[in-house]
């Protein structure tokens, strides 16, 4: 065999598979897929510890509010309102999060004031 037919045959070789066949990029598709949805589970999982968390800050934050209430005024709050409208406010809630009077809803949460001498906060995330 000549160079000039070792040439031709290594040039039939390659230009018989320039590109991916059909099942390779199907493979492809599924591995992305797959792997796609063990992310995202992952990360709700991530989600829902983050709203815990948060819930129970605000809750330590709740609980450190009322003392400094009883400390300024002689008697615990009667609800989670009357410790964000004084000035300068005992309760500085995250941002978005609203205080009716005895419960506050956060994205992902609830965290909620029974009033008593100490009153008493429950965090409740869905």
Same mark, same amino acid.
């Given at each position: ?20 066949? @059909? ?6 598709? /599924? ?6 949805? /063990? ?14 968390? +948060? ?14 209430? =009883? +400390?300024?005024?002689?008697? =615990?709050?009667?609800? @989670? ?11 500085? @809630? ?10 506050? $809803? ?5 965290? $909620?004031? $029974? !009033? ?7 965090? $409740?995330? !869905?």
């Amino acid at each position: 065999m000549n160079h000039l037919d070792e040439l031709a045959e290594s040039t039939d070789a390659s230009a018989s598979r320039n590109g991916f066949t @059909l099942i390779e990029v199907l493979i492809a598709i /599924v591995v992305v897929g797959i792997l796609s949805a /063990v992310v995202i589970i992952g990360i709700s999982s991530l989600t829902n510890k983050g709203s815990g968390s +948060a819930c129970q800050a605000s809750a330590d934050a709740a609980k450190a509010a009322a003392t400094v209430h =009883y +400390a300024n005024t002689g008697a =615990y709050p009667a609800s @989670l309102n009357a410790m964000t409208v004084t000035s300068p406010k005992e309760l500085e @809630l995250p941002t978005g999060v609203t205080a009716p009077v005895n419960s506050t $809803t956060g994205a992902t949460w609830t965290l $909620t004031m $029974t !009033p008593g001498s100490p009153p008493t906060f429950a965090c $409740t995330v !869905p």
